[in-house]
Nanobody, 118 residues
Framework: QVQLVESGGGLVQAGGSLRLSCAASGSITSINAIGWYRQAPGKQRELIAIITSGGSTNYSESVKGRFTISRDNAKNTVYLQMNSLKPEDTAVYYC????????????WGQGTQVTVSS
């Protein structure tokens, strides 16, 4: 059973930083691209950062220059370093990706809450 588990969310003041982790566990053969999404109350879930298996990255305009996505393939973990946080970054953050285990499937984590106070 493959799982993605996010951690690292919390409450932070505007201007502060947090680092989120997305750890994949289970019978994993390979992990393709992993994306970080977020969903604020009353809004659609949006893709904010993605990293390929080779390490190429892309960001939404709303986080470019402030957030950094990285991965540690040895640990099957993807990180999202979030700096210069703003109240509008408040949301539940999810990771998502295609993982090869017994099957090649798409997985979502359960989400981690990030709250930025002004």
């Amino acid at each position: 059973q493959v799982q993605l588990v996010e951690s690292g969310g919390g409450l932070v003041q505007a201007g502060g930083s947090l680092r989120l982790s997305c750890a994949a566990s289970g019978s994993i053969t390979s992990i393709n691209a992993i994306g970080w999404y977020r969903q604020a109350p009353g809004k659609q879930r949006e893709l904010i950062a993605i990293i390929t298996s080779g390490g190429s990255t892309n960001y939404s305009e709303s986080v470019k220059g402030r957030f950094t996505i990285s991965r540690d393939n040895a640990k099957n973990t993807v990180y999202l370093q979030m700096n210069s946080l703003k109240p509008e970054d408040t949301a539940v953050y999810y990771c998502n990706g295609y993982i090869s285990g017994l099957l090649y499937l798409n997985y979502w984590g359960q989400g981690t809450q990030v709250t930025v106070s002004s």
